[in-house]
């Protein structure tokens, strides 16, 4: 079984729109949790942590579920610069290693 | 930006070469890593540094070895590489890896090997 396991997608949504992308994890030791997000041939950027009580970020809302180790990031009011891969980032039992899913990939268009 | 940087950002080389890749993070980090980023696959982790100590090789081959002569640099040193080597190779940094988790990429050295 995958670390870390994210649907790839694409979604493609219109401008304005909400979507939820959803991101499960086998470890049940991991303490650590982020969304990532990735830009064609660009390098990962940090959006941001996930913490137990869930979070919120503008337009951009985190949740962590432990019971069933999923981790969701909700997107409202998409504009077309959210269009990117977004990371499921979580951190092993090992301490220094992150694992990473390998992406959903979002399409806004106008 | 981001305030990792990485030299060269595109190399192409043959099998038979050496060539070294160069991270510099101006973050004040303690902590500095190699990644290996091919298409479909997941960000895979290479090594790791803590303080200049090696703390984790995931079992990377040979050909690759990892340098870090300080806490703002890190090299990696290619060898006798092999065309599925292609991919790109992302540095990150982190406060402490024991206790900060938010890592920070440099932009990657896109690599080709022919």
């Known amino acids: 079984r995958k670390e870390v396991e994210q649907d790839p997608g694409p979604f493609n949504v219109p401008e304005g729109a909400t979507v939820a992308f959803n991101c499960t994890y086998s470890?049940?030791?991991?303490?650590?949790f982020f969304w990532y997000r990735q830009d064609c041939r660009k390098e990962p950027k940090l959006l941001m942590s996930?913490?137990?009580s869930g979070n919120e970020d503008g337009r951009f809302t985190a949740q962590l579920n432990r019971a069933s180790q999923y981790i969701s990031l909700l997107i409202r009011d998409s504009k077309l610069s959210d269009s990117a891969t977004y990371l499921c980032?979580?951190?092993?039992?090992?301490?220094?290693?992150?694992?990473f899913g390998k992406g959903t990939s979002l399409l806004v268009t106008p | 930006e981001t305030g990792v940087t990485q030299t060269p950002r595109h190399l192409v080389m043959g099998m038979t070469n050496k060539k070294s890749l160069k991270c510099e993070q101006h973050l004040g980090h303690n902590a500095m890593y190699w990644y290996k980023q091919s298409a479909k696959k997941p960000l895979e982790l290479m090594f790791v540094y803590s303080l200049e100590e090696r703390v984790e090789n995931n079992s990377v081959p040979s050909r690759f070895s990892p340098e870090c002569p300080n806490s703002s640099h890190l090299f990696l040193h290619l060898h006798t590489l092999q065309p599925e080597d292609s991919a790109l190779y992302l540095c990150?940094?982190?406060?402490?890896?024991?206790?900060?988790?938010?890592?920070?990429f440099g932009p990657g050295t896109r690599l080709t090997v022919t």
């Open positions: 990150a940094s982190s406060q402490d890896p024991r206790t900060s988790y938010e890592q920070y």
């Open positions: 980032v979580v951190n092993s039992d090992a301490g220094y290693a992150l694992n």
């Open positions: 996930v913490y137990s």
């Open positions: 470890n049940s030791a991991s303490q650590s």
